[in-house]
């Protein structure tokens, strides 16, 4: 079992950057791929980004490629979102999952192939 702890949300101007963290418990973190998704108040979860156990292959969606970037270090149980030129579009609660992965080279982009999650961390992004 894992447990996940996200952290790094806050209030940014427009263009602007942050960082999340998440930080998974146990010694079997590197077993895991791990996915970042998003939810906005009236909308449904969306994925962003996800990187397999190995941290050499990722996904992102569109809406965020070329802005966000994740990275994964196995040695610290850590998964990272680096968030640069932020929009108020990108509002939401942010939350990081992790999913058992067979293959180290898998990537997961949807919601279902997550069993463990984390408990949110609001990012706001201002005008």
């Known amino acids: 079992q894992v447990q996940l702890v996200d952290s790094g949300g806050g209030l940014v101007q427009a263009g602007g950057s942050l960082r999340l963290s998440c930080a998974a418990s146990?010694?079997?973190?590197?077993?895991?791929?791990m996915g970042w998704f998003r939810q906005a108040p009236g909308k449904e979860r969306e994925s962003l980004a996800a990187?397999?156990?190995?941290?050499?292959?990722?996904y992102y969606a569109d809406s965020v490629k070329g802005r966000f970037t994740v990275s994964r270090d196995n040695a610290k149980n850590t998964v990272y979102l680096q968030m640069n030129s932020l929009k108020p579009e990108d509002t939401a609660v942010y939350y990081c999952?992790?999913?058992?992965?067979?293959?180290?080279?898998?990537?997961?982009?949807?919601?279902?192939?997550?069993?463990?999650w984390g408990q949110g961390t609001q990012v706001t992004v201002s005008l």
């Open positions: 999952a992790a999913g058992t992965a067979y293959l180290s080279g898998s990537v997961y982009y949807t919601g279902d192939r997550y069993t463990y």
């Open positions: 146990g010694r079997t973190f590197s077993r895991y791929a």
């Open positions: 990187i397999s156990r190995s941290g050499d292959n990722t």
